[in-house]
Nanobody, 117 residues
Framework: QVQLVESGGGPVQAGGSLKLSCAAS????????MGWYRQAPGKERELVST???????TYVDSVKGRFNISRDNVMNTLYLQMNSLKTEDTAVYYC???????????WGQGTQVTVSS
């Protein structure tokens, strides 16, 4: 059974930092591309960042230079380091795994990030 369990979300003030983690199990972690989506209230879901099995990364323009995605193929964990947070980063963040074009096969339950001014 595949599980993606996010943690690390919570309230933070603008300019602060948070590090999200996603503990994965039940599939070949090292073989799958992974990523983070987010969805803010009243807005469409947005792909924030991706990382390939060989750690090639992509970022949406709005987070470039502030967020860093990484993965630990030994601990089967995905991370998203978020710095210089802005109020517009407030959203539920979802960990995803294994590309199934045009989306991903596996999804976590989400973790709330709330950035206050």
């Amino acid at each position: 059974q595949v599980q993606l369990v996010e943690s690390g979300g919570g309230p933070v003030q603008a300019g602060g930092s948070l590090k999200l983690s996603c503990a994965a199990s039940g599939y070949a972690f090292a073989s799958c591309g992974m990523g983070w989506y987010r969805q803010a209230p009243g807005k469409e879901r947005e792909l924030v960042s991706t990382i390939s099995p060989h750690s090639t990364t992509t970022y949406v323009d709005s987070v470039k230079g502030r967020f860093n995605i990484s993965r630990d193929n030994v601990m089967n964990t995905l991370y998203l380091q978020m710095n210089s947070l802005k109020t517009e980063d407030t959203a539920v963040y979802y960990c995803v795994a294994c590309v199934l074009f045009p989306t991903y096969k596996y999804w976590g339950q989400g973790t709330q990030v709330t950035v206050s001014s």
